[in-house]
């Protein structure tokens, strides 16, 4: 596609239970990151992604998040039994390399819970 | 500590006014530099890299300070349309990010 597409927009899920983000990055790019950005707060850095390996996932708040890119491409931010302090919009960017280049942000996954 | 800081704002400004944002890191092996622009409710787009030597795009000038680990962005002749939230973006191993800077120019 021509840009980084994010899926779902919105969701709303009741505490406890697991939600699936989807990342489809820029066709090409190699890079891809995920970020949490709560309200009034700058993105915050939570896993990297070159290819299919995951360089960087030291963001990562607690064992409950888990992301992957399987086949180097789609990537899915996975968040068991949520909680409230899981409230936050769910940033995605990707790049070609080297990460240098401008890295560009998918519109988000609003992710409230309630 | 967090590795980007950045000046809390908010800033308010009338429009014509010259404004200027400050953000320290801390990790002295990055990279790159960039300042970003992110609208409410939207995703951050890039407003321009920064380099060693300082550079200007129309009424945005950034500049670089490697010594002091000091990234900076003036904004000249204020618009209504630049009033966002402006956050530094430092690369090392990955991309970082500041906390943002909100902006309001005003009539």
């Known amino acids: 596609g021509a840009g980084v597409s994010q899926s779902p927009r919105y969701k709303v899920a009741k505490r406890g239970q697991d939600v699936a983000l989807r990342c489809d990055p820029i066709?090409?790019?190699?890079?891809l990151f995920w970020y949490q950005q709560a309200l009034g707060q700058g993105p915050e850095f939570l896993t990297y992604?070159?290819?299919?390996?995951?360089?960087?996932k030291s963001g990562l708040p607690s064992d409950r998040f888990f992301a992957e890119r399987p086949e180097g491409s789609v990537s899915t931010l996975k968040i068991q039994r949520t909680q409230q302090e899981d409230s936050a919009v769910y940033l995605c960017?990707?790049?070609?390399?080297?990460?240098?280049?401008?890295?560009?942000f998918g519109e988000g996954s609003w992710l409230t819970v309630v | 500590r967090k590795e980007v800081e950045q000046d809390p704002g908010p800033f308010n400004v009338p429009e014509g006014a010259t404004v200027a944002f400050n953000c320290t890191y801390s990790?002295?092996?990055?990279?790159?530099f960039f300042w970003y622009r992110q609208d409410c409710r939207k995703e951050p787009k890039l407003l321009m890299s920064?380099?060693?030597s300082g550079n200007e795009d129309g009424r945005f000038t950034a500049q670089l300070n490697r010594a002091s680990q000091y990234i900076s962005l003036l904004i000249r002749d204020s618009k209504l349309s630049d009033s966002a939230t402006y956050l530094c973006?430092?690369?090392?191993?990955?991309?970082?990010f500041g906390a943002g800077t909100r902006l309001t120019v005003k009539p």
């Open positions: 973006a430092v690369l090392s191993n990955d991309m970082r």
């Open positions: 990790n002295s092996a990055s990279q790159s």
């Open positions: 066709s090409g790019h190699v890079s």
């Open positions: 992604f070159q290819n299919e390996a995951q360089l960087d």
């Open positions: 920064v380099y060693s």
């Open positions: 960017a990707s790049t070609l390399p080297p990460v240098g280049n401008t890295i560009y």
